[in-house]
């Protein structure tokens, strides 16, 4: 949006924003353990699920991140996407977001360990969100515009992935700083023991 213009969008900002979407929308796909597949069930048992062993429970990014958050942060372009995906005995549970400065976002609860990330990815960078252990890395560092973090959690991870669309309007953003801002910004809503 131009500054002053009474939130008209640019078709620039339009253009930004929607091919940021689609480029979230295929950059998902690539998790810390495999490529997720819609998330089906076909079986009729119910697992026990407790707070100490799924840590989807233990927090839901698309209720902690309120809208009053959302707006604070600028990350409200768009109202939060639901999305669940499973690969290989991995789940990630959380929503999609789209920034105001024109690039897509994911946050989510993974079962997906702290340890088990690092091992796939050695050549992640530790990096600082509160008080808990956090690793950066690009998952596909040929899809130009990804990063991707993991925050430690008691039972698995809190997953982050930007894209940045590589468009004239976003060519002075980077990844993985917004990346970084986004832990930094989430880690301290994540409830004490989780």
């Not at 360990?113 to 960078?125: E, L, M, N």
């Not at 993985?176 to 930094?184: G, K, L, N, S």
Request: charged share 15%; aromatic share 6%.
């Amino acid at each position: 949006m131009n500054p002053g213009s009474g939130g008209t969008a640019t078709p620039g900002a339009v253009f930004a924003v929607a091919a940021g979407l689609l480029l979230l929308t295929g950059c998902v796909g690539e998790k810390a353990a495999g490529t997720p597949t819609p998330a089906t069930s076909t079986s009729s048992a119910v697992p026990k699920i407790s707070s100490e062993s799924n840590p989807h429970v233990a927090f839901d990014p698309c209720t902690a991140l309120t809208p009053q958050f959302l707006a604070q942060q600028q990350w409200n372009a768009k109202p939060p996407e639901p999305k669940q995906d499973s690969a290989g005995g991995v789940t990630w549970k959380g929503c999609r977001y789209v920034a105001k400065a024109g690039y897509g976002f994911v946050i989510e609860t993974t079962n997906n360990t702290f340890s088990q990330v690092r091992d796939k990815f050695p050549a992640a960078v530790e990096i600082p969100a509160g008080p808990r252990k956090a690793v950066r890395y690009e998952a596909r560092p040929d899809v130009p515009g990804g990063c991707s973090i993991n925050i430690e959690m008691r039972a698995g991870s809190l997953y982050i992935l930007t894209n940045v669309p590589q468009t004239p309007a976003n060519r002075n953003l980077a990844a993985c700083d917004i990346a970084t801002e986004i832990a930094q910004a989430v880690a301290p809503l994540l409830p004490a023991g989780s």
